[in-house]
């Protein structure tokens, strides 16, 4: 297996490291082309235009790189996939973007189990917003695909979110409430629960309770109480979907116990109330990966080549309404460094 | 005989030269032509400097001002109250430390009750804000002066109401600080150059103008005696050379004469027949052979006298280039990267180049003695330049502290050697008469570079590193070593004496003295490990790790051969007139020991300063009176080995101190820090001073020279 996988790799590699050491001069090729004819890219989205998908685009407005964009949402809806797969090999498009783990992995495959009848395999693809690239197996290793596939991480290495929690405040217990059903959020406590021994907190988790393989919503309120009693002083929220579904109950139930809460998404924080976060905005991730498109579609460099990295750039946000009604105030130092939302309206507890 | 060469070497050591008239009257030329511009010129700067300087604090002070402002109402606007403000001292704490010319940072409520503040203590502001609450701020603030400091305060506002006011302080004599810094420089660098330009013109003195008179003087004071057998060998074609080769011939005329006289007087006695005027032609002769004497080999003989003060300014530039690096070499040696972990601990890397060094000069100067009575000062120079000068720019190369360790000990090596062929030249140059004279040039040329050397390289290093300082020391080191090599080879260095090589085994019967052995122990060799364990090593550390420059670390070491300098001077008279030099001896050390510990006493710089001047004085003290000491309580040692083997044994003893010295003081920073170090070595040494003191009553009881009938 390991050694199949070596083999693929350097016969991939054969083929295509001569052609990035000898990149087709881009001078001489792009402006004949731009005026003509634009790159075309066909963008299958998961949950409708967001932001990742507006930096994704402007990155092209900004640098002046014409492009046609063939944009296609499933609206959550898995079945519609393999359609998108068959009408962008029937375009011809020179690119595909691809947004969510679920998306990439239908439509781009595994680097294990790739199907040229099933997958896009000929046209290059970059992908966003995949939490775990190489726990959901679409790359074995950040540094490259191995494959006509580039992309971005988006999630804050887990140190750094707790060294941003902590110089808020220093924390001696962190709650977590999670859906159990999740592998990410399995996986952010172990973590959690690793750098508390380092960093000198405890962490309490509470799954909330499953029906019939299905998360409950209404748990979600008690699981936070519960955490309240524990005795808990600050609340993660991890990048899990159906908390992220159901942020308004769970980062409400929060402020009713006047726990802070941190996020490790942007959502939460931005459009709900969680107090405050740690994130790679999505429009930043949108941006990085048109880059990478970039460098794939005009500088003719191949998508094995580009490693999978977030933005350089952390963006602290902190919620100010919620940290009005919390009276926790951030640190002087943290705040000068963090972009605040606040609609100057007070919240409701 | 010998006690009026010991007080002749005194007296001598403080007499530069005989044509001190014309010297001084020389340096006061140098002090007229060079001071005023210098002094001129800096005042301007200063004034220029001075009205630029002040009116930037306030700018830089506004800009910082204007800064918190913004930040602090952006959070106020954010719903943050003002007293709610969270990490406020972190922040302050962050500003301050890059901008060290603001003393303090605050944040008062509007009605003028302090909130925040860090850098200064409350009570020196609060009746002053309370005092003028209610007064409402424009955006430009208000500066007011605070006791010592100068206060800024600007008004922080929400939606046009004034919330808080921030206040930013410096130091009302900030300004004058650095002025005093940088008049210290200045000065400081006058000085070096008035002491170097007094070396230049001391040597161009002697080496053009009195050396040369004094050799006539010497011939003509022969020729009055009758003795007409030599003449100066002056070959210069100044004035004096003009003069000597006129001398010159006036010599050869009565040297022709003479031999006409001697022909005639040889021919009338064979020509002629009459015995009686034979007879009287012979005493004729014979009166004139006797009072007057021309050298049997038909003409004068060549005088070329070697003059001890030749090597001065050679010497001089050789030290100071060795001294260049004094000021930061454990610094050095910290910053180069170490080997980690093992037997060698990071303190006792750092201490590691100036105990080999020291040790290189240990086993340099011991064979280098031996080495010189064999083949001559010229030889022993040139064989000790190589080592001088690889060690020396090998060290600016290295690339670590075990790699520079290694040249350090080169360097020693060639340090023992030019300045052991330096010493003997002098002492072969100079008879009893005039040695004292000679070994006075040669220690005050080794002070005074060590002044020069020690504040320099400071300054250097500051400009250009550490690395190329010892490459300008390079240059230096051969820039001397061309002068000396020039020098040695005008004069043949004679036949080599050969000079009975003492066996050792009889000299270590020495340490059945107890005196000696007791002086060795508890007097020199503690000397010298404060020397280096303390002054060459902690006190860079200390002072570097306190935020000092490395010019201002050299101002403060200077102040060690400044000091050392001013009180051996007094301290060799008072020795004389009171003959109380083993006391003296005491005294120093106990001095010394007790300046060091005063870092019990104070904190911050003020101990090391105690310290460095301490042990200065403690070293002037006791450094001559302890070799003075040697004749009287090594009488017979002395006697039956000569005194210069006895006092070379001293000297090689009192190296191990050297050694010994920066590894104790290594050893004890690893446990107890650099305050521990400097207290531990302080103990140590103020201890073994003690010893020796108690001791030291007992040293004139008993008979004196107690083993004299024992003299074969």
Redesign the interface.
Known sequence: MIMRRLLLGAVLSAVLVPAALVPAPAWAESPARSPAKPYRIYMALWRGWEDAAQGFKDYFTNQNIPVELIIRDAGQDRAKLPEFVAEAKQLGVDLVFTWGTTVTVDMLGTYDKVDPAKHITDIPAVFAIVSQPVGAKVVPDLASSGRNIAGTSYLVPMDTQVNLLQSYRPVRKLGMVYNPLEKNSLVAADELRELGRKNGYELAVAPVDVVDGKPVVESIARKVRDLKQDGVDFLYIPPDTFLNVNRDVLTGAALAEKMPSFAAAENPVLSSKAMFGGVYRYYTVGQLTAYKAEQILVHKKAPADLPIDPPRRLSIIIN?PV??AL?F????????LAE?V?NGAEVRQ | MKSNALTGLREGAMRLDSSRSLLIRLLMLAVLVLVPPMVIGSYRALDNFKRGLGPEMDLKAAAIARDLVA?LE??VG???PVD?????D??FA?VLSANPEIRYLGITDAKGDILFLRGALSEQLNDAYRGRSGRALDDSGLKANIADFVDLALPVHVRDVPVAQVHVGFDQDYVAAQLFGIFYDIAVVLVVSLIIAFEVLLFVVVFNVSGPMKLVAEVVAHARRGDFTRVPGITSADEVGHFVRIFNSAMRQVDGAYRGLMAYIDEVRSGHFDREVAGQVSEIADRVRFLFRFHPSGAPLVLREKLSSDVRLPLFLFIFAEELSRAFMPLYAQALPSPAGWLLTPELLIALPIAVFMAGIAVGSLWAGAVTERLGSRKVFQFGLAPAVLGCVMSGLAHGVIELSLWRGIAGLGYALVTVACQSYISKTTVDSNRATGLGSYVGAVLTAAICGTVAGGVLAERIGFGPTFFVSTALILVSGWLLSHLLAVVDHGAPVAAPVPSGRPLLRIFANWRFTVLVLFAAIPAKMALTGYFFFLVPLTLWNSDHSLAELARIMVLYPLVMLAVSSQSTRLADQMGWRIGQVALGGLIGGAGILSMLAFDGTLPLVIGIVCLGVSHGMSASPQLAAIPDICWIECNRHGRTQVLALLRTLERVGSVIGPLLAAAFLLHWGVKGAVIGLGAVVLAMAAIFAMVAGAYGSGPHLETEEDVP
Do not use: T, W
């Not at chain 1, 105030?329 to 000068?336: D, E, H, Q, R, W």
């Not at chain 2, 709610?84 to 406020?88: A, D």
């Open positions: 100010m940290v009005r009276e105030y951030p640190p002087m130092g943290l705040l000068s605040v606040d | 930040q952006r959070a954010f719903g943050i709610k403000l969270v990490g406020v972190e922040f962050q």
